[in-house]
């Protein structure tokens, strides 16, 4: 067995250890608060083993999307994490994780159209109609974008905040997966396919800035400061996020990614940032891409001191964030499994599966031990271990690569 299968093998068996008849726990580690299931960690699973066609680790993905609905509150959102025996609840710390309420919704409709389960459409559907329902309260203004407070996605010790790239590629997602549930099941469903058309258009309108946009009717906020904010960037990839007053002009390689999988982009575009991604991807100590460039120092360029100021107070027990660590320049299987998926969808066959074949080795030398990720200056494995997203992660960048799998349908 060669190593990509072997990976692909000690990928699935990973997930079948972190099934419980609650669902798909977070890691096989019971250490913090890993041993439970989190909405984000779970629907990945979820999808991974929709891909696997693996009966049984299909039925843990389903059982992982009812104990989250079984925990919805009253507002219609999702919990952030839940014990498998129910009694500790978490829907996120400092702030509330937004990203559990769009996967969600996401991972019912990814379940939905590929088992063709009508009865548990019907089943989820007052679930999601009210996530939906609470998401949409969370556009603030009711002009189309979630805001986004820090800490309230997966990158939850960095700095994005307010009309954050990843979650709108989320909500974009998760509205489609509500309209296809609407549909099979005959309910009314052509004010909320409008709205996620709409919301493409605004999500590339607004996060790769052009000056020719400014009139278009999805800019988001016609004011001079906005204008020149966005006039101001310049970069072969999209915005992380902007605010009022700021905007994130790093690399968010997760929110990139989903948006090459998502959207339909100029071909100028995709040729710059797939340039620039590979690029970056060559220079790292081992064949990881970072999930967010450049890595903010102490020293950081004068313009952007401000960063590793407001990064060194933004964590909770501990600072994780130093430079080259966790969301600061460190790599994340996870990260990479949707940029080789990416890759994949932009025809970039060839470089995919040369990465998957990299990103294989990398977890047969680390005994498959599916860390969290890796340090981004020596390479070497950090953070919890037997994470199941790690795995997932694989998996997508297996079966896209090899077997011509996509992540969404």
């Not at 009309?163 to 997966?177: E, I, K, S, T």
């Not at 997508?396 to 992540?407: C, E, H, V």
């Amino acid at each position: 067995m060669n190593v990509t299968a072997e990976a692909y093998k000690e990928s699935k068996k990973l997930l079948e250890y972190i099934s419980t008849p609650a669902g798909f726990v977070a890691s096989a580690i019971d250490t913090d608060n890993y041993h439970r299931i989190f909405a984000r960690d779970g629907v990945i699973a979820t999808i991974a083993a929709l891909l696997t066609e693996d009966k049984k680790l299909i039925k843990t993905g389903k059982q992982t999307l009812l104990t989250l609905a079984k925990y919805q509150d009253e507002t219609g959102r999702i919990v952030s994490n839940v014990s498998p025996d129910g009694k500790r609840v978490s829907f996120g710390i400092q702030v509330g994780r937004i990203d559990a309420s769009a996967w969600f919704i996401i991972g019912v409709g990814q379940y939905v159209k590929r088992t063709k389960d009508i009865a548990f459409a019907k089943k989820m559907h007052p679930y999601i109609k009210k996530t939906i329902q609470y998401l949409s309260a969370i556009e603030m203004n009711g002009r189309g974008f979630l805001y986004i407070p820090f800490g309230g996605d997966w990158a939850d010790e960095y700095l994005n905040h307010g009309y954050v790239l990843f979650d709108q590629l989320l909500y974009l997602q998760a509205q489609r997966d509500f309209v296809y549930i609407n549909k099979i099941l005959k309910y009314k469903y052509k004010d909320i396919e409008r709205k996620s058309k709409f919301l493409e258009k605004q999500i590339i309108v607004n996060f790769i800035p052009k000056l020719t946009d400014v009139d278009d009717p999805a800019f988001y906020q016609r004011s001079e400061a906005f204008e020149k904010l966005h006039q101001g960037f310049k970069k072969p990839y999209a915005l992380a996020y902007f605010v009022q007053g700021d905007m994130g002009e790093y690399f968010d390689v997760f929110a990139n990614s989903l948006l090459l999988i998502l959207t339909k982009l100029p071909d100028t575009f995709k040729k710059e940032f797939l340039k620039y991604s590979l690029n970056l991807l060559n220079k790292q100590k081992i064949s990881l891409i970072p999930a967010f460039s450049p890595v903010i120092k102490k020293n950081h360029e004068k313009n952007q001191h401000h960063r590793w100021k407001m990064l060194k107070f933004s964590y909770v027990f501990r600072q994780k964030n130093k430079p080259y660590h966790y969301h600061n320049g460190g790599l994340w299987p996870l990260v990479q499994g949707f940029f080789i998926a990416a890759l994949y969808c932009e025809g970039k066959n060839k470089e995919a599966k040369k990465i998957t074949e990299d990103f294989a080795d990398i977890l047969a030398k680390n005994k498959y031990k599916f860390v969290e990720y890796y340090d981004g200056k020596n390479g070497k494995p950090n953070g919890t271990e037997f994470l199941g997203f790690s795995a997932s992660a694989y998996i997508f960048a297996y079966l896209t690569s090899f077997d011509n799998k996509k992540i969404f349908i």
